[in-house]
């Protein structure tokens, strides 16, 4: 992974989440704060705006500082963990090469960090539901040596099935939490804009 593939990634996020605008919002505003997609899109269009400063760094640099302005500019509960994603990432990455394998564990950090930011785990009704399962099974199949193309079609599948997951799932965290069992039934918003993030970085990769 080189900063040209997290700025790309980054301008495929963004076009992403545009598209999905609608869904993401009535999503949210059926079991969430109503501001979910408000508080993502205005951290991709921050990151968008950075391509200039991010080009020339190293990509352990350039997610460090990307995190730093998204701690700083999304509002609720997306901003830190957002922010956490990217710093575990550019942590993890700068300790590797960059192989796939060494994305994928660079992913796992993220992932983690989300995790232990937000004190949440898979089941519980949140972006988790789509990136844990996305996160072990790249994890696994870079492991098992597959091949990049089957790794990024397997991932989307992943990601999609993790998102219909929660349609089901009592919510734990979040304002969703206070709703109980009239929770279910509703996908929830960040786990559908993580689907949507997932899908469009692993369409740029099968573009290459």
Known sequence: MNTDDILNAIMAVDQALAA?????ESLDRAIGDGDHYINI????????????ELAALSPDAALQKLAMKLLST????????VASFFMGMGKAIKEHNSSLA???AAFAAGVEAIRARGKADLGEKTMLD?????????????AAGAEPRLIFKELKQVAEQGMLSTRDLVATKGRAAFLGDRAIGHIDAGAKSSQVMVSAVCDLALQT
């Not at 999304?74 to 963990?81: E, M, Q």
Request: net charge negative; hydrophobic share 45%.
């Open 20 to 24: 999905h605008e609608a869904e993401i």
């Open 74 to 81: 999304i509002g609720g509960a997306s901003g830190p963990l």
């Open 41 to 52: 899109s205005r951290g991709s269009q921050v990151a968008v705006a950075m391509r200039g």
């Open 102 to 104: 060494d994305v994928a």
């Open 130 to 142: 789509v990136l844990i399962p996305v996160s072990r099974c790249f994890t696994e199949l870079t």
